[in-house]
């Protein structure tokens, strides 16, 4: 079946860091692979997604890059801000590139500080 | 626009007892998908639907059910209720199923005691 893997949390960073967030996948066939993220109290936003290989999806200073090579989308921003402090969670769906029936990773939870 | 509202908010349940959920999708969307997300497990999709009609199932007992009216709005279901169906059970909404960003709504904590 379908799996994401992402890199253990909590990660914690000074304000203007570099981050990346690790994110494998198991899939059949093409996946569509997304990053949520989910602030204290609040439901799931999109934050990026990449339909194809070799897409690079990006929004608000942050990106990824879909990489059926190694099956990786790894997000990262080059400088961080303490309102990007939220839960991270790497998805796909192999349902023909659509949002359909996702499959999560388990979340990393970032904390950034002055 | 508005966005996905879930309702209630919160609720505390017994076990054993049944309780229902409600979403209603944004406006104009017709496909409504349902997660649960607990500490143990992440989030898990458990259905979708569209026009009125279940089109993807999770893995879940029987328990766990869904319906979806005319209007887009959908109700989940679970009955004989037990500890560990206390999670945070959230909505999201697509204008139709080849769309590729779901909108979540703020979810539904149910605490099973």
């Known amino acids: 079946g379908n799996s994401v893997t992402q890199m253990e949390g909590p990660v914690t960073l000074s304000e203007e860091a570099f981050l990346t967030i690790n994110c494998t996948y198991t899939?059949?066939?093409?996946?569509?692979l997304f990053w949520y993220v989910q602030y204290p109290g609040e439901g799931l936003q999109l934050l990026l997604k990449a339909t194809k290989a070799d897409d690079k999806g990006s929004n608000k200073g942050f990106e990824a890059t879909y990489r059926k090579e190694t099956t990786s989308f790894h997000l990262e921003k080059g400088s961080v801000q303490v309102s990007d402090s939220a839960v991270y969670f790497c998805a796909l769906s192999d349902l023909g590139g659509t949002a359909s029936k996702l499959t999560f990773g388990t979340g990393t939870r970032l904390q950034v500080t002055l | 626009k508005a966005g996905v509202t879930q309702t209630p908010r919160y609720l505390i349940k017994t076990r054993g007892q049944q309780v229902t959920l409600s979403c209603s999708p944004i406006s104009g969307h017709r496909s409504v998908s349902w997660y649960q997300q607990t500490p143990g497990q992440g989030l898990q999709f458990l259905f979708e639907y569209f026009s009125e009609t279940q089109r993807n199932k999770g893995n879940f007992p029987g328990r766990f059910s869904g319906r979806q009216f005319s209007n887009s709005r959908s109700e989940m279901n679970v009955s004989t209720l037990e500890l560990g169906d206390s999670a945070l059970y959230l909505c999201?909404?697509?204008?139709?199923?080849?769309?590729?960003?779901?909108?979540f709504g703020q979810g539904t904590r149910l605490t099973v005691v």
């Open positions: 899939a059949t066939g093409y996946p569509s």
């Open positions: 999201a909404s697509t204008p139709d199923m080849m769309n590729t960003e779901a909108f």
